[in-house]
Protein backbone atom coordinates (compact mmCIF):
# COMPACT_ATOMS: atom_id res chain seq x y z
CA UNK A 1 0.00 0.00 0.00
CA UNK A 2 1.70 3.51 -1.44
CA UNK A 3 0.60 6.54 0.90
CA UNK A 4 2.66 9.50 1.46
CA UNK A 5 1.92 12.37 3.30
CA UNK A 6 3.16 16.29 2.90
CA UNK A 7 2.46 18.75 5.25
CA UNK A 8 -0.11 17.19 6.89
CA UNK A 9 -2.37 16.83 3.33
CA UNK A 10 -2.77 13.33 2.27
CA UNK A 11 -1.02 11.99 -1.21
CA UNK A 12 -3.11 9.09 -1.34
CA UNK A 13 -5.12 6.74 -3.03
CA UNK A 14 -4.60 3.43 -4.22
CA UNK A 15 -1.81 1.35 -4.63
CA UNK A 16 -0.03 1.89 -7.99
CA UNK A 17 1.40 -1.15 -9.09
CA UNK A 18 2.30 -3.36 -11.90
CA UNK A 19 -1.22 -3.46 -14.21
CA UNK A 20 -2.05 -4.11 -17.62
CA UNK A 21 -2.29 -1.84 -19.99
CA UNK A 22 -5.73 -2.05 -21.89
CA UNK A 23 -5.68 -1.55 -25.53
CA UNK A 24 -8.25 0.68 -27.63
CA UNK A 25 -8.94 -1.54 -30.47
CA UNK A 26 -12.86 -1.91 -29.42
CA UNK A 27 -15.10 1.23 -30.16
CA UNK A 28 -16.47 2.90 -27.17
CA UNK A 29 -20.07 3.20 -28.99
CA UNK A 30 -20.59 -0.62 -29.27
CA UNK A 31 -21.12 -0.29 -25.76
CA UNK A 32 -22.04 2.46 -25.10
CA UNK A 33 -24.96 2.30 -27.40
CA UNK A 34 -26.00 -0.91 -27.19
CA UNK A 35 -25.83 -1.23 -23.21
CA UNK A 36 -23.67 -4.02 -21.65
CA UNK A 37 -26.26 -6.93 -21.76
CA UNK A 38 -29.75 -7.50 -22.92
CA UNK A 39 -30.10 -6.88 -18.53
CA UNK A 40 -32.13 -3.21 -17.61
CA UNK A 41 -29.75 -0.66 -17.13
CA UNK A 42 -28.70 0.16 -13.44
CA UNK A 43 -29.61 3.84 -12.38
CA UNK A 44 -26.15 6.25 -12.45
CA UNK A 45 -23.83 5.57 -9.95
CA UNK A 46 -23.57 6.48 -7.34
CA UNK A 47 -26.45 9.11 -8.17
CA UNK A 48 -27.93 11.18 -5.72
CA UNK A 49 -26.43 10.06 -2.58
CA UNK A 50 -25.36 11.62 0.35
CA UNK A 51 -23.35 9.90 3.27
CA UNK A 52 -20.63 7.75 4.62
CA UNK A 53 -18.83 5.46 1.75
CA UNK A 54 -15.45 3.51 1.65
CA UNK A 55 -12.83 2.16 -0.56
CA UNK A 56 -11.11 -0.88 -0.61
CA UNK A 57 -8.56 -1.85 -3.26
CA UNK A 58 -9.90 -4.73 -3.97
CA UNK A 59 -13.67 -5.50 -4.62
CA UNK A 60 -14.98 -7.33 -1.31
CA UNK A 61 -16.65 -10.53 -1.72
CA UNK A 62 -20.31 -10.51 -2.32
CA UNK A 63 -20.68 -12.16 1.39
CA UNK A 64 -18.66 -9.23 2.88
CA UNK A 65 -20.84 -6.48 1.05
CA UNK A 66 -24.38 -8.18 2.22
CA UNK A 67 -22.25 -8.27 5.95
CA UNK A 68 -21.41 -4.68 5.85
CA UNK A 69 -24.61 -3.13 4.60
CA UNK A 70 -26.77 -5.23 7.17
CA UNK A 71 -24.32 -3.60 9.98
CA UNK A 72 -21.98 -1.03 9.04
CA UNK A 73 -22.65 3.24 8.50
CA UNK A 74 -21.68 2.73 5.02
CA UNK A 75 -24.13 2.81 2.10
CA UNK A 76 -21.69 3.98 -1.00
CA UNK A 77 -18.19 1.70 -1.69
CA UNK A 78 -15.54 2.41 -4.10
CA UNK A 79 -14.74 0.52 -6.85
CA UNK A 80 -11.39 0.33 -8.90
CA UNK A 81 -12.88 -0.32 -12.25
CA UNK A 82 -10.10 0.29 -14.18
CA UNK A 83 -6.77 1.81 -15.74
CA UNK A 84 -3.32 0.93 -16.41
CA UNK A 85 -1.66 2.11 -13.18
CA UNK A 86 -4.47 0.17 -11.00
CA UNK A 87 -3.08 -1.95 -8.48
CA UNK A 88 -4.98 -4.79 -6.58
CA UNK A 89 -6.69 -7.74 -8.19
CA UNK A 90 -10.33 -6.75 -8.84
CA UNK A 91 -11.59 -11.26 -9.36
CA UNK A 92 -15.11 -10.46 -7.39
CA UNK A 93 -15.69 -7.05 -9.71
CA UNK A 94 -17.85 -8.48 -12.59
CA UNK A 95 -21.33 -6.87 -14.10
CA UNK A 96 -22.50 -9.31 -11.98
CA UNK A 97 -20.85 -8.53 -9.14
CA UNK A 98 -22.02 -4.84 -10.03
CA UNK A 99 -25.84 -5.61 -10.30
CA UNK A 100 -26.19 -7.94 -7.68
CA UNK A 101 -24.84 -5.02 -4.55
CA UNK A 102 -26.83 -2.16 -6.85
CA UNK A 103 -29.85 -4.02 -6.57
CA UNK A 104 -29.23 -4.70 -2.84
CA UNK A 105 -28.99 -1.03 -2.02
CA UNK A 106 -25.25 0.30 -2.16
CA UNK A 107 -23.97 2.69 -4.29
CA UNK A 108 -20.93 2.55 -6.45
CA UNK A 109 -18.23 5.02 -6.85
CA UNK A 110 -16.79 4.27 -9.91
CA UNK A 111 -12.59 4.65 -9.34
CA UNK A 112 -10.38 4.78 -12.88
CA UNK A 113 -6.08 4.76 -11.74
CA UNK A 114 -5.26 5.67 -15.09
CA UNK A 115 -1.34 7.89 -16.11
CA UNK A 116 -0.07 9.91 -13.54
CA UNK A 117 1.65 13.46 -13.60
CA UNK A 118 4.79 13.09 -15.04
CA UNK A 119 5.98 14.71 -11.90
CA UNK A 120 4.07 12.24 -9.48
CA UNK A 121 5.90 11.52 -6.17
CA UNK A 122 4.96 8.22 -6.02
CA UNK A 123 6.63 5.01 -7.61
CA UNK A 124 4.17 4.43 -10.60
CA UNK A 125 4.90 3.00 -14.15
CA UNK A 126 2.85 4.83 -16.58
CA UNK A 127 2.87 8.18 -16.66
CA UNK A 128 1.44 10.91 -18.79
CA UNK A 129 2.99 11.94 -21.85
CA UNK A 130 3.20 16.35 -21.47
CA UNK A 131 3.98 16.47 -25.06
CA UNK A 132 0.38 14.45 -26.24
CA UNK A 133 -1.24 14.94 -23.53
CA UNK A 134 -4.44 15.91 -25.00
CA UNK A 135 -4.52 12.58 -27.09
CA UNK A 136 -3.65 10.41 -23.93
CA UNK A 137 -6.63 11.65 -22.09
CA UNK A 138 -8.95 11.05 -24.83
CA UNK A 139 -8.09 7.66 -25.36
CA UNK A 140 -8.03 7.13 -21.79
CA UNK A 141 -11.77 8.34 -21.13
CA UNK A 142 -12.51 6.06 -23.86
CA UNK A 143 -10.90 2.95 -21.76
CA UNK A 144 -13.01 4.23 -19.09
CA UNK A 145 -15.97 4.54 -21.05
CA UNK A 146 -15.63 0.35 -22.59
CA UNK A 147 -14.86 -0.44 -18.70
CA UNK A 148 -17.34 0.87 -17.39
CA UNK A 149 -20.17 -0.11 -19.71
CA UNK A 150 -18.75 -3.65 -19.58
CA UNK A 151 -19.49 -3.72 -15.77
CA UNK A 152 -23.09 -2.28 -16.28
CA UNK A 153 -22.35 1.16 -14.99
CA UNK A 154 -24.98 3.24 -16.95
CA UNK A 155 -24.59 6.86 -18.56
CA UNK A 156 -24.70 9.93 -15.99
CA UNK A 157 -22.54 7.75 -13.47
CA UNK A 158 -19.27 9.62 -12.14
CA UNK A 159 -16.00 8.05 -13.32
CA UNK A 160 -13.52 9.71 -10.93
CA UNK A 161 -9.98 9.66 -12.43
CA UNK A 162 -7.41 9.37 -9.47
CA UNK A 163 -4.85 11.66 -10.20
CA UNK A 164 -2.29 11.05 -7.26
CA UNK A 165 0.47 13.65 -5.61
CA UNK A 166 2.37 15.60 -7.83
CA UNK A 167 5.02 18.33 -8.04
CA UNK A 168 2.39 21.27 -9.05
CA UNK A 169 5.62 23.88 -9.18
CA UNK A 170 6.58 21.73 -12.30
CA UNK A 171 5.05 23.67 -15.02
CA UNK A 172 5.36 21.32 -17.67
CA UNK A 173 3.97 18.22 -15.50
CA UNK A 174 1.14 20.65 -13.82
CA UNK A 175 0.10 21.78 -17.57
CA UNK A 176 -0.11 18.17 -18.65
CA UNK A 177 -1.92 17.03 -15.59
CA UNK A 178 -4.72 20.03 -16.61
CA UNK A 179 -4.84 19.41 -20.38
CA UNK A 180 -4.88 15.48 -19.74
CA UNK A 181 -7.82 16.27 -17.80
CA UNK A 182 -9.21 18.45 -20.04
CA UNK A 183 -9.54 15.86 -22.62
CA UNK A 184 -10.65 13.52 -20.17
CA UNK A 185 -13.53 15.45 -19.02
CA UNK A 186 -14.97 16.39 -22.20
CA UNK A 187 -14.55 13.10 -23.87
CA UNK A 188 -16.81 11.52 -21.45
CA UNK A 189 -19.30 13.99 -21.67
CA UNK A 190 -19.42 13.05 -25.40
CA UNK A 191 -20.37 8.99 -24.46
CA UNK A 192 -22.79 10.60 -21.54
CA UNK A 193 -20.83 9.99 -18.57
CA UNK A 194 -20.16 12.29 -16.04
CA UNK A 195 -16.57 13.44 -14.95
CA UNK A 196 -15.04 13.32 -11.47
CA UNK A 197 -11.72 14.30 -10.71
CA UNK A 198 -9.57 12.89 -7.63
CA UNK A 199 -6.41 14.96 -5.86
CA UNK A 200 -4.30 16.22 -3.30
CA UNK A 201 -6.09 19.27 -1.98
CA UNK A 202 -2.83 20.90 -2.36
CA UNK A 203 -1.99 19.80 -5.61
CA UNK A 204 -4.20 18.71 -7.96
CA UNK A 205 -7.33 19.96 -6.58
CA UNK A 206 -5.61 23.63 -6.10
CA UNK A 207 -4.39 23.37 -10.06
CA UNK A 208 -8.33 22.70 -10.72
CA UNK A 209 -9.35 25.72 -9.02
CA UNK A 210 -7.13 27.78 -10.61
CA UNK A 211 -8.53 27.21 -14.24
CA UNK A 212 -11.97 27.32 -12.78
CA UNK A 213 -12.76 30.44 -15.10
CA UNK A 214 -10.13 29.59 -18.12
CA UNK A 215 -12.52 29.56 -21.24
CA UNK A 216 -13.02 27.02 -23.15
CA UNK A 217 -11.25 24.83 -19.92
CA UNK A 218 -13.60 21.49 -19.67
CA UNK A 219 -13.94 21.28 -15.54
CA UNK A 220 -14.38 17.92 -14.01
CA UNK A 221 -18.12 17.94 -13.22
CA UNK A 222 -17.39 16.26 -9.61
CA UNK A 223 -14.40 16.61 -7.46
CA UNK A 224 -13.11 13.97 -4.80
CA UNK A 225 -10.60 15.42 -2.63
CA UNK A 226 -8.55 13.91 0.04
CA UNK A 227 -7.49 15.32 3.41
CA UNK A 228 -6.79 12.81 6.42
CA UNK A 229 -8.15 15.06 9.41
CA UNK A 230 -10.63 12.50 9.99
CA UNK A 231 -12.91 15.73 9.55
CA UNK A 232 -16.58 14.65 8.48
CA UNK A 233 -17.90 17.11 5.57
CA UNK A 234 -17.47 18.21 2.02
CA UNK A 235 -16.40 21.89 2.61
CA UNK A 236 -12.26 22.41 2.50
CA UNK A 237 -10.35 25.86 2.16
CA UNK A 238 -8.86 24.74 -1.04
CA UNK A 239 -12.36 25.11 -2.61
CA UNK A 240 -14.07 28.34 -3.06
CA UNK A 241 -17.53 27.82 -1.62
CA UNK A 242 -19.08 28.39 -5.29
CA UNK A 243 -17.16 26.03 -6.70
CA UNK A 244 -18.27 22.00 -7.28
CA UNK A 245 -22.29 23.00 -5.87
CA UNK A 246 -24.71 22.20 -4.97
CA UNK A 247 -23.77 18.21 -4.14
CA UNK A 248 -20.94 17.54 -6.36
CA UNK A 249 -18.29 17.06 -3.76
CA UNK A 250 -16.79 13.98 -2.01
CA UNK A 251 -13.68 13.71 0.55
CA UNK A 252 -11.45 11.52 1.39
CA UNK A 253 -11.40 11.96 5.39
CA UNK A 254 -9.57 9.23 6.97
CA UNK A 255 -6.73 6.74 4.95
CA UNK A 256 -5.97 3.31 5.20
CA UNK A 257 -7.15 1.40 8.03
CA UNK A 258 -8.89 -1.70 9.38
CA UNK A 259 -12.35 -1.64 10.52
CA UNK A 260 -14.44 -4.86 11.30
CA UNK A 261 -18.52 -5.15 10.49
CA UNK A 262 -20.80 -8.21 10.94
CA UNK A 263 -17.67 -10.00 12.00
CA UNK A 264 -15.95 -8.89 8.40
CA UNK A 265 -12.42 -6.93 8.69
CA UNK A 266 -11.40 -5.17 5.40
CA UNK A 267 -8.81 -2.52 5.32
CA UNK A 268 -10.26 0.71 3.56
CA UNK A 269 -10.39 4.48 3.83
CA UNK A 270 -13.31 6.52 4.71
CA UNK A 271 -15.23 8.80 2.71
CA UNK A 272 -18.11 11.04 2.63
CA UNK A 273 -20.02 12.08 -0.31
CA UNK A 274 -22.68 14.75 -1.35
CA UNK A 275 -23.39 14.26 -4.99
CA UNK A 276 -26.62 14.51 -6.87
CA UNK A 277 -27.21 14.23 -10.57
CA UNK A 278 -26.77 17.35 -12.57
CA UNK A 279 -30.00 18.59 -14.35
CA UNK A 280 -30.32 17.44 -17.54
CA UNK A 281 -29.76 20.85 -20.54
CA UNK A 282 -33.43 20.12 -21.86
CA UNK A 283 -33.90 23.02 -24.29
CA UNK A 284 -31.23 22.30 -26.58
CA UNK A 285 -30.00 18.65 -26.23
CA UNK A 286 -29.47 17.79 -30.13
CA UNK A 287 -27.26 14.87 -29.71
CA UNK A 288 -29.15 13.65 -26.57
CA UNK A 289 -25.97 13.38 -24.51
CA UNK A 290 -27.33 15.82 -21.57
CA UNK A 291 -25.37 18.78 -22.79
CA UNK A 292 -26.52 21.44 -24.21
CA UNK A 293 -25.55 21.92 -28.33
CA UNK A 294 -25.73 25.20 -31.17
CA UNK A 295 -27.28 24.86 -33.99
CA UNK A 296 -26.10 27.53 -37.07
CA UNK A 297 -26.84 28.08 -40.75
CA UNK A 298 -23.42 29.13 -42.74
CA UNK A 299 -25.29 32.01 -44.46
CA UNK A 300 -23.56 32.26 -47.66
CA UNK A 301 -24.37 28.51 -48.49
CA UNK A 302 -27.62 27.81 -46.01
CA UNK A 303 -25.81 24.96 -44.81
CA UNK A 304 -27.16 23.99 -41.46
CA UNK A 305 -24.69 22.35 -38.65
CA UNK A 306 -25.31 21.03 -35.17
CA UNK A 307 -21.89 22.11 -33.27
CA UNK A 308 -21.87 19.42 -29.52
CA UNK A 309 -21.74 21.35 -26.16
CA UNK A 310 -20.26 19.83 -23.49
CA UNK A 311 -20.94 22.19 -20.20
CA UNK A 312 -17.96 24.30 -20.91
CA UNK A 313 -17.17 25.24 -24.70
CA UNK A 314 -18.70 24.29 -28.48
CA UNK A 315 -16.93 21.74 -30.48
CA UNK A 316 -16.47 22.96 -34.05
CA UNK A 317 -14.35 20.13 -35.25
CA UNK A 318 -17.47 17.79 -34.01
CA UNK A 319 -19.62 19.75 -35.90
CA UNK A 320 -22.44 17.51 -38.14
CA UNK A 321 -24.22 18.57 -40.94
CA UNK A 322 -28.14 17.89 -40.86
CA UNK A 323 -29.46 19.87 -44.07
CA UNK A 324 -29.17 22.99 -46.19
CA UNK A 325 -31.88 25.43 -46.18
CA UNK A 326 -30.85 28.55 -48.19
CA UNK A 327 -34.47 29.80 -48.52
CA UNK A 328 -35.25 30.05 -44.72
CA UNK A 329 -35.77 33.43 -42.84
CA UNK A 330 -36.25 31.68 -39.88
CA UNK A 331 -35.36 28.66 -37.94
CA UNK A 332 -36.23 27.60 -34.61
CA UNK A 333 -36.27 23.65 -32.85
CA UNK A 334 -38.49 22.12 -31.14
CA UNK A 335 -40.06 18.65 -30.29
CA UNK A 336 -43.61 19.44 -31.73
CA UNK A 337 -44.51 15.83 -32.23
CA UNK A 338 -43.13 14.82 -29.02
CA UNK A 339 -41.26 11.80 -29.86
CA UNK A 340 -38.14 12.54 -28.12
CA UNK A 341 -36.43 14.42 -30.81
CA UNK A 342 -35.35 17.78 -32.18
CA UNK A 343 -37.74 19.06 -34.83
CA UNK A 344 -37.17 21.76 -36.87
CA UNK A 345 -39.13 24.74 -37.94
CA UNK A 346 -38.65 26.73 -41.20
CA UNK A 347 -39.96 29.99 -42.59
CA UNK A 348 -38.90 30.41 -46.07
CA UNK A 349 -38.17 33.97 -47.31
CA UNK A 350 -41.76 33.55 -49.49
CA UNK A 351 -43.07 33.49 -46.10
CA UNK A 352 -44.49 29.54 -45.77
CA UNK A 353 -43.68 27.82 -42.33
CA UNK A 354 -43.13 24.18 -42.61
CA UNK A 355 -42.41 21.19 -39.97
CA UNK A 356 -39.30 18.82 -40.48
CA UNK A 357 -39.61 16.02 -37.70
CA UNK A 358 -36.49 15.30 -36.34
CA UNK A 359 -34.78 11.50 -36.98
CA UNK A 360 -33.09 9.09 -34.78
CA UNK A 361 -30.48 9.43 -37.94
CA UNK A 362 -29.63 13.17 -36.74
CA UNK A 363 -31.64 14.01 -39.56
CA UNK A 364 -35.00 15.54 -40.26
CA UNK A 365 -37.79 14.11 -42.17
CA UNK A 366 -40.24 14.86 -45.18
CA UNK A 367 -41.14 18.09 -44.14
CA UNK A 368 -45.37 19.45 -43.49
CA UNK A 369 -46.66 22.84 -44.17
CA UNK A 370 -48.21 24.50 -41.17
CA UNK A 371 -48.83 28.13 -42.80
CA UNK A 372 -48.89 29.31 -46.33
CA UNK A 373 -48.01 32.59 -44.77
CA UNK A 374 -46.03 33.49 -42.46
CA UNK A 375 -44.40 36.45 -43.36
CA UNK A 376 -46.28 39.27 -41.23
CA UNK A 377 -44.52 37.85 -37.81
CA UNK A 378 -41.27 37.71 -36.69
CA UNK A 379 -39.21 37.14 -33.95
CA UNK A 380 -40.83 33.24 -34.18
CA UNK A 381 -39.36 32.08 -31.09
CA UNK A 382 -39.57 28.60 -29.21
CA UNK A 383 -40.73 29.26 -25.27
CA UNK A 384 -40.79 25.96 -24.35
CA UNK A 385 -44.34 24.63 -22.90
CA UNK A 386 -46.01 28.26 -22.41
CA UNK A 387 -49.84 27.49 -21.47
CA UNK A 388 -48.44 23.81 -19.84
CA UNK A 389 -50.59 21.88 -21.64
CA UNK A 390 -47.73 19.37 -22.20
CA UNK A 391 -46.85 20.33 -25.65
CA UNK A 392 -44.19 22.77 -26.94
CA UNK A 393 -45.51 26.36 -27.83
CA UNK A 394 -44.04 28.96 -30.44
CA UNK A 395 -44.19 32.80 -30.16
CA UNK A 396 -44.00 35.55 -32.26
CA UNK A 397 -44.22 39.34 -32.86
CA UNK A 398 -47.01 40.84 -35.50
CA UNK A 399 -45.28 43.50 -37.36
CA UNK A 400 -48.12 45.11 -38.33
CA UNK A 401 -50.00 45.55 -34.58
CA UNK A 402 -46.66 45.09 -32.28
CA UNK A 403 -48.38 42.74 -30.59
CA UNK A 404 -47.33 38.93 -29.09
CA UNK A 405 -48.84 36.05 -29.90
CA UNK A 406 -48.57 32.44 -28.54
CA UNK A 407 -49.06 29.46 -30.78
CA UNK A 408 -50.09 26.17 -28.70
CA UNK A 409 -48.88 23.27 -29.85
CA UNK A 410 -51.27 20.41 -30.36
CA UNK A 411 -51.46 16.91 -31.04
CA UNK A 412 -50.98 16.17 -34.55
CA UNK A 413 -47.44 18.29 -34.83
CA UNK A 414 -48.97 21.82 -35.24
CA UNK A 415 -50.19 24.83 -34.22
CA UNK A 416 -53.37 25.29 -33.01
CA UNK A 417 -55.31 28.73 -32.49
CA UNK A 418 -53.25 31.65 -31.44
CA UNK A 419 -53.72 33.61 -28.20
CA UNK A 420 -52.42 37.39 -27.73
CA UNK A 421 -49.70 37.38 -24.51
CA UNK A 422 -48.96 41.20 -25.06
CA UNK A 423 -49.64 43.89 -26.33
CA UNK A 424 -49.03 47.24 -27.76
CA UNK A 425 -45.27 48.49 -28.91
CA UNK A 426 -43.08 45.22 -29.13
CA UNK A 427 -41.54 46.15 -32.39
CA UNK A 428 -38.70 48.03 -30.77
CA UNK A 429 -37.74 45.13 -29.19
CA UNK A 430 -35.96 42.33 -30.93
CA UNK A 431 -34.06 39.05 -30.03
CA UNK A 432 -36.12 37.48 -28.46
CA UNK A 433 -34.91 34.12 -26.41
CA UNK A 434 -36.92 31.61 -25.14
CA UNK A 435 -34.43 30.68 -22.01
CA UNK A 436 -37.05 28.31 -20.51
CA UNK A 437 -37.64 28.62 -16.74
CA UNK A 438 -35.49 31.20 -15.84
CA UNK A 439 -36.45 31.88 -12.36
CA UNK A 440 -37.89 28.28 -11.65
CA UNK A 441 -41.66 29.62 -10.50
CA UNK A 442 -43.34 26.72 -12.57
CA UNK A 443 -43.40 29.25 -16.32
CA UNK A 444 -41.33 29.75 -19.15
CA UNK A 445 -39.96 33.18 -19.54
CA UNK A 446 -38.56 35.17 -22.58
CA UNK A 447 -35.48 37.83 -23.22
CA UNK A 448 -35.80 40.47 -25.17
CA UNK A 449 -33.00 43.28 -26.33
CA UNK A 450 -34.62 47.26 -26.02
CA UNK A 451 -33.44 48.53 -29.35
CA UNK A 452 -33.10 52.18 -28.43
CA UNK A 453 -30.56 51.17 -25.49
CA UNK A 454 -29.23 47.54 -26.03
CA UNK A 455 -30.56 47.21 -22.74
CA UNK A 456 -31.74 43.27 -21.32
CA UNK A 457 -35.49 42.61 -20.26
CA UNK A 458 -36.68 39.69 -18.80
CA UNK A 459 -40.20 39.17 -18.95
CA UNK A 460 -41.02 36.08 -16.48
CA UNK A 461 -44.13 34.04 -17.60
CA UNK A 462 -47.29 33.40 -15.52
CA UNK A 463 -50.74 32.44 -16.35
CA UNK A 464 -51.95 34.26 -20.25
CA UNK A 465 -49.00 36.33 -20.20
CA UNK A 466 -45.88 38.15 -18.68
CA UNK A 467 -44.75 39.62 -15.67
CA UNK A 468 -43.65 43.14 -15.55
CA UNK A 469 -40.56 43.71 -17.52
CA UNK A 470 -37.21 43.22 -15.79
CA UNK A 471 -34.06 44.69 -16.58
CA UNK A 472 -31.02 42.40 -15.74
CA UNK A 473 -28.28 43.29 -18.25
CA UNK A 474 -27.37 44.53 -21.81
CA UNK A 475 -27.35 42.80 -25.46
CA UNK A 476 -25.44 45.73 -27.05
CA UNK A 477 -23.15 44.24 -29.30
CA UNK A 478 -24.32 40.76 -29.32
CA UNK A 479 -26.73 39.13 -31.81
CA UNK A 480 -28.57 35.83 -32.51
CA UNK A 481 -29.51 35.31 -28.54
CA UNK A 482 -30.63 32.11 -27.95
CA UNK A 483 -31.98 30.47 -24.90
CA UNK A 484 -29.06 27.27 -24.75
CA UNK A 485 -30.83 25.39 -22.05
CA UNK A 486 -28.96 24.55 -18.41
CA UNK A 487 -25.71 24.77 -20.71
CA UNK A 488 -22.95 23.69 -17.29
CA UNK A 489 -26.17 21.90 -15.95
CA UNK A 490 -25.60 23.67 -12.80
CA UNK A 491 -29.76 24.17 -12.38
CA UNK A 492 -30.02 27.36 -13.94
CA UNK A 493 -30.61 28.13 -17.62
CA UNK A 494 -28.70 30.25 -19.57
CA UNK A 495 -28.06 32.57 -22.51
CA UNK A 496 -25.82 31.80 -26.02
CA UNK A 497 -25.19 35.33 -27.87
CA UNK A 498 -22.79 35.72 -30.74
CA UNK A 499 -20.32 38.86 -30.26
CA UNK A 500 -20.81 40.69 -33.12
CA UNK A 501 -17.52 42.16 -33.35
CA UNK A 502 -15.35 38.93 -33.02
CA UNK A 503 -17.77 36.39 -33.80
CA UNK A 504 -17.19 34.47 -30.85
CA UNK A 505 -19.77 32.13 -29.67
CA UNK A 506 -20.61 33.44 -25.90
CA UNK A 507 -22.40 31.70 -22.97
CA UNK A 508 -23.92 33.91 -20.06
CA UNK A 509 -24.70 31.50 -17.45
CA UNK A 510 -27.45 32.07 -15.55
CA UNK A 511 -28.47 31.89 -11.36
CA UNK A 512 -32.13 33.53 -11.62
CA UNK A 513 -31.89 37.08 -10.95
CA UNK A 514 -29.34 37.82 -14.03
CA UNK A 515 -26.50 36.49 -16.07
CA UNK A 516 -22.35 35.99 -14.99
CA UNK A 517 -19.81 37.99 -17.41
CA UNK A 518 -19.96 36.14 -20.81
CA UNK A 519 -17.55 33.02 -21.39
CA UNK A 520 -16.30 32.39 -25.14
CA UNK A 521 -17.01 28.94 -26.06
CA UNK A 522 -16.19 28.94 -29.53
CA UNK A 523 -15.01 31.05 -32.60
CA UNK A 524 -16.15 31.43 -36.17
CA UNK A 525 -19.67 32.72 -36.22
CA UNK A 526 -19.54 35.97 -37.88
CA UNK A 527 -20.70 34.14 -41.21
CA UNK A 528 -23.14 32.28 -39.29
CA UNK A 529 -26.59 32.63 -38.38
CA UNK A 530 -29.11 32.90 -37.21
CA UNK A 531 -28.24 30.42 -34.07
CA UNK A 532 -30.79 28.27 -32.59
Given at each position: ??????????????????????????????????????????????????????????APSSDTMAAWLKSSPYRAAGIYFGGNNRGC??????????????????????????????????????????????????????????????????????????????????????????????????????????????????????????????????????????????????????????????????????????????????????????????????????????????????????????????????????????????????????????????????????????????????KFGARKQLSKNFSHMRELTAIGDFNRDGYP????????????????????????????????????????????????????????????????????????????????????????????????????????????????????????????????????????????
Amino acid sequence: MLRKFTAGVVRYRRRLLAAVVVTLSVAPLALINGNAGAAAALAPQPGNFTGYGFDACTAPSSDTMAAWLKSSPYRAAGIYFGGNNRGCTQANLTAEWVREQVTRGWRLIPLYVGPQASCTTLTKRNLIDNANAAAQGRATAEDAVRQAAALGLSKESVLIYDMESYDSKNIACRDGVLTFMNSWTARLHDYGYFSGYYSSAATGIADMVAVWNRPGYVRPDYVDFARWDQVVTVTDKAIPASYWTPKRRMKQYRGAHQETWGGVTINIDNDYLDFALLPSAKLSDWNRNGWSDIMARTTSTGNLFAYPGNGTWVSEGGRTAVGVYPSANALLRMDLNRDGLTDLIVRTKAGALFFYPGLSTGKFGARKQLSKNFSHMRELTAIGDFNRDGYPDMLAAQTSNGNVYLYPGVAGAKFGKRVALAYGDWNNRSEFAGVGDFNRDGYPDLLVKLNSTGALYLYRGKAGGFQAALKIGTATGLRDLLGVGDFDRDGWTDLAAIQTSTGHLMVYRGNGKGFVAGVRVSTGYKGRSPLF
